[in-house]
């Protein structure tokens, strides 16, 4: 039985293997024409897009991409150079699957989500063909259209261990960094998810960025160590498995802004998998004195539940100069939290 169990499991990953090849993709690549001009980034003004996804099943690896890239157009076209895209973006690639949408309906389907060790085992088995196109589609999207891109999360196997990773690119193609979601939804939890170990930071021409993962937003302490770490922007992408509620969708990144004076970031995917409900509005937040109407949102999507680009303007001389003459992270009690908080005196600034 074990044989036959595992002739089954290699013969699963040779017709992986062949519907993710990234030939095809690649091909397709090379015969596009990018005559879009991006303006020269300047070190202290930026144009940046939150891209709200709406999710669907794509058949092929190519029409993934070609979704992905009309986004960054409608973004480049509107001017942005650094583009935001949502957690967990590689779920549309489930449809490259053949009956997909079917077998995500049938109880003993290895794609359905399940019981909490097949779900494990689901991404596990997809995660590292899912990542292939992902890499692909965002690395090239980044080199064509000149702009930096924090491409969303997508759930993959380490190591023998499953994280949900954000990956961050650069105007070359390269990858700038990735980030490990430090914090779990119950969902999350009880599958296995791994948590990662570590709050980056990575310099760009234009200031430092953090690009956490969703429920990351929720703690105030990793808006704090991205400040420490002196970031001047936090990035969140979310995938909120919710149906909308205005009070639940307002926690996090609104809030952390205002804590700790950076610009934030959100984007969303949005929309109906099967049961599965995503919704979320992406957005573009500052501190409130930043603000055009004194409410701390720069900009932010119409819908909870459809595709836009959300896009907004960065002035992050007048976020420095605003840092400067606020007392807000100068008042900290550090005598009391060192009282009752000595386990964490490291998310604190010293007096």
């Known amino acids: 039985m074990k044989i036959l169990k595992d002739f089954k499991k290699e013969a ?108 494990r085992e689901n991404f596990f088995l997809l995660g590292p063909y899912t990542e292939k196109i992902y890499k692909l589609t965002f690395s090239n999207l980044a080199k064509k259209y000149q702009v930096y891109i924090m491409a969303g999360s997508i759930t993959t196997p380490f190591q023998n261990k499953l994280y949900n990773t954000a990956y961050f690119f650069g105007p070359e193609g390269e990858c700038l960094g990735i980030q490990r979601k430090l914090h779990l939804t119950t969902t999350e939890e009880a599958f296995g998810l791994a948590v990662g170990d570590e709050l980056n930071v990575i310099s760009l021409p234009f200031g430092k960025a953090a690009f956490p993962v969703c429920m990351d937003a929720t703690y105030f302490e990793t808006f704090h160590l991205a400040r420490k770490k002196d970031a001047d922007m936090v990035i969140i992408p979310i995938a909120n498995n ?81 840092r400067e003459r606020d007392p807000l992270l100068s008042d900290f009690n550090q005598e009391l939290y060192d009282k009752y908080l000595s386990l964490v005196k490291m998310y604190y600034w010293e007096r």
């Open 12 to 119: 699963v990953r040779g017709i992986l293997n062949w519907l993710y090849s990234t030939k095809p993709l690649e091909r397709h690549i090379v015969k596009e024409k990018v005559d879009l001009k991006n303006e020269p980034i300047k070190p202290d003004r930026i144009k940046v897009a939150a891209v709200q996804v709406q999710i669907k099943l794509h058949k092929t690896t190519i029409t993934y991409y070609d979704h992905m890239k009309r986004l960054v157009e409608e973004s480049v076209k509107k001017g942005a150079q650094l583009i935001a895209f949502p957690e967990n973006i590689n779920l549309p690639l489930i449809g490259v699957i053949p009956m997909a949408e079917k077998l995500l309906t049938e109880n003993d389907s290895p794609i359905k989500p399940g019981s909490n060790s097949q779900i």
């Open 242 to 322: 919710e149906e909308y509620d205005f009070y639940k969708a307002f926690r996090g990144t609104w809030h952390r802004v205002q804590e700790v004076r950076v610009f934030g970031i959100k984007s969303a995917l949005v929309g109906n998998l099967r049961d599965l409900v995503f919704t979320g509005r992406s957005a573009i937040f500052a501190p409130i004195d930043l603000t055009p109407r004194g409410d701390g949102v720069i900009q932010e999507a119409k819908t909870y539940n459809k595709e836009e680009v959300v896009i907004g303007e960065l002035d992050l001389n007048a976020l420095r100069r605003f």
